[in-house]
T-cell receptor
Framework: KQEVTQIPAALSVPEGENLVLNCSFT??????LQWFRQDPGKGLTSLLL?????REQTSGRLNASLDKSSGRSTLYIAASQPGDSATYLC?????????????FGRGTSLIVHP | EPEVTQTPSHQVTQMGQEVILRCVPI?????FYWYRQILGQKVEFLVS????????KSEIFDDQFSVERPDGSNFTLKIRSTKLEDSAMYFC????????????FGPGTRLTVT
C-alpha cells in the first residue's frame, strides 16, 4: 500500500522567501505525481503534474522535481507571496496492479506573512 | 475549459437520514471517483467507477455507501443512514484515457451531519 508523507506539516515564512516542500512515498513504481493547492474549506487546485518518466515540471514561480528511486518529490516556491498561503498536497498514483488512483499526503500548511 | 461540477455545495442532514451527493463529470471522461476529507485530515479515496461498475473501493466504502451513474451525465454517491462521522468534504473526480490520466477534481460538497 502506498504511503505518502509530507514534511513539514506547517510552515510560516515572511514574504519573499524561497520555499521547499517535501513529499516522500514508499512505492517507487509510480505512474505520476501531482501537487495540489487547497485553500481553507475549498476544493483542490492542480498545480503541477509529473509523469513517471519526467524529472521536473515548472509553472511560473513553482517548480516540482521527482526522484523515483529515492521516493521523493519537492515543490519549490520562489519569492513567496501572501497569496501563496494555503495547504499544499502531494498525490501519488501507482502504476502497479492496474490501479492509477491517487493517494494523498496530509499536506503542508503554508502561511506567508507580509 | 470543462470542469467537474458538484451539487449541492453544502448539505446539512440529521443522523440516520439518507443523503445523495451529485456530480457531473467532464463529458468525455470514462473513470469516476469519490474522495472524502474529514476536517483537518487528509483526502481519502472512497471508490472508483468504470464501465458502469465499481472498479475499486477502499475499506471506508462499506455497505452504507453506494454509487450510481443514473444517466449519461450524472454520478452520485449515496449514504444510506448518515452518522456524525460522515461529516466531511466529499470530492468527485473524473479522468479519461487508458490507463486513466490524472483525475480532474470537482469543488466538493460539504456534508454536515447533526
Amino acid at each position: 500500500k502506498q504511503e505518502v508523507t509530507q514534511i513539514p506539516a506547517a510552515l510560516s515564512v515572511p514574504e519573499g522567501e524561497n520555499l521547499v516542500l517535501n513529499c516522500s512515498f514508499t512505492d517507487s513504481a509510480i505512474y505520476n505525481l501531482q501537487w495540489f493547492r487547497q485553500d481553507p474549506g475549498k476544493g483542490l487546485t492542480s498545480l503541477l503534474l509529473i509523469q513517471s518518466s519526467q524529472r521536473e515540471q515548472t509553472s511560473g514561480r513553482l517548480n516540482a522535481s521527482l526522484d523515483k528511486s529515492s521516493g521523493r518529490s519537492t515543490l519549490y516556491i520562489a519569492a513567496s507571496q501572501p497569496g501563496d498561503s494555503a495547504t499544499y498536497l502531494c498525490a501519488v498514483s501507482l502504476a502497479s496492479g492496474g490501479s492509477y488512483i491517487p493517494t494523498f499526503g496530509r499536506g503542508t500548511s503554508l502561511i506567508v506573512h507580509p | 475549459e470543462p470542469e467537474v461540477t458538484q451539487t449541492p455545495s453544502h448539505q446539512v442532514t440529521q443522523m440516520g437520514q439518507e443523503v445523495i451527493l451529485r456530480c457531473v463529470p467532464i463529458s468525455n471522461h470514462l473513470y469516476f471517483y469519490w474522495y472524502r476529507q474529514i476536517l483537518g485530515q487528509k483526502v481519502e479515496f472512497l471508490v472508483s467507477f468504470y464501465n458502469n461498475e465499481i472498479s475499486e473501493k477502499s475499506e471506508i466504502f462499506d455497505d452504507q455507501f453506494s454509487v450510481e451513474r443514473p444517466d449519461g451525465s450524472n454520478f452520485t454517491l449515496k449514504i444510506r443512514s448518515t452518522k456524525l462521522e460522515d461529516s466531511a468534504m466529499y470530492f468527485c473526480a473524473s479522468s479519461f484515457g487508458t490507463p486513466p490520466n490524472s483525475p480532474n477534481f470537482g469543488p466538493g460538497t460539504r456534508l454536515t451531519v447533526t
